[in-house]
């Protein structure tokens, strides 16, 4: 479940289990001030990630297994879509709509220029697992995302990337103790 920042529109994605070998997510859009159903569109066969949306609820990221979509949500067209390594993982979406990011095994960073949408960022590290926790500025212009150690869980690295040049500013390591701590939740 996802509410437009300035909440028109609320997004959710049901998904039909009736054969749990082939779940069928399905993307819904609501009016935020009636609750009235504004669209409804199949998505593909398999788990559903989640959906994020735009400031004014106009574009819909929606994720099934490692794929992304982005929706216009008036008409839903698939405006572009793209892949991570590894499904289940993190994504978002700038208030503005210029910027989207994927995250699971690799991160994926994606900017508009013109009308289309150009990979800005491609990172990965050995043993890491991107799609725990990932945020992007409400202007696109910056992504921040931890990263975790899957082999031994207690190292989780922050990074921050530019958007307009693809360069990564800054990286934060940590250290934990104890058993599987300092896993992401969150960014």
Avoid at 20 to 48: D, E, K, Q, R, V
Avoid at 90 to 98: E, K, L, M, P, V
Avoid at 123 to 141: E, H, V, Y
Avoid at 144 to 167: C, E, M, Q, W
């Amino acid at each position: 479940i996802k509410v437009s920042r300035d909440g028109t529109v609320v997004a959710c994605i049901l998904t039909d289990t009736t054969d749990s070998a082939n779940p069928i997510p399905s993307l819904y859009l609501f009016n935020g001030a009636t609750g009235a159903i504004l669209h409804t569109w199949p998505l593909t066969t398999g788990y559903a990630g989640g959906v994020d949306l735009t400031d004014d609820g106009s574009l819909a990221l929606v994720t099934v297994n490692d794929q992304a979509r982005l929706i216009d949500s008036a008409t839903g067209a698939v405006i572009t879509s793209a892949s991570v390594v590894g499904s289940g993982g993190r994504f978002a979406i700038s208030g503005n709509g210029q910027t989207f990011a994927l995250g699971g095994f690799d991160l994926k960073v994606f900017k508009k220029v013109g009308t289309s949408y150009v990979q800005a960022v491609t990172f990965n590290a050995a043993t890491s697992w991107f799609g725990w926790a990932l945020a992007i500025s409400r202007d696109g212009s910056t992504v921040g995302v931890l990263s975790h150690n899957y082999s031994g869980y207690l190292k989780p690295d922050t990074r921050i990337f530019d958007v307009a040049t693809g360069a990564l500013i800054n990286t934060v390591s940590t250290s934990g103790t104890g058993s599987f701590q300092d896993s992401a939740v969150g960014a």
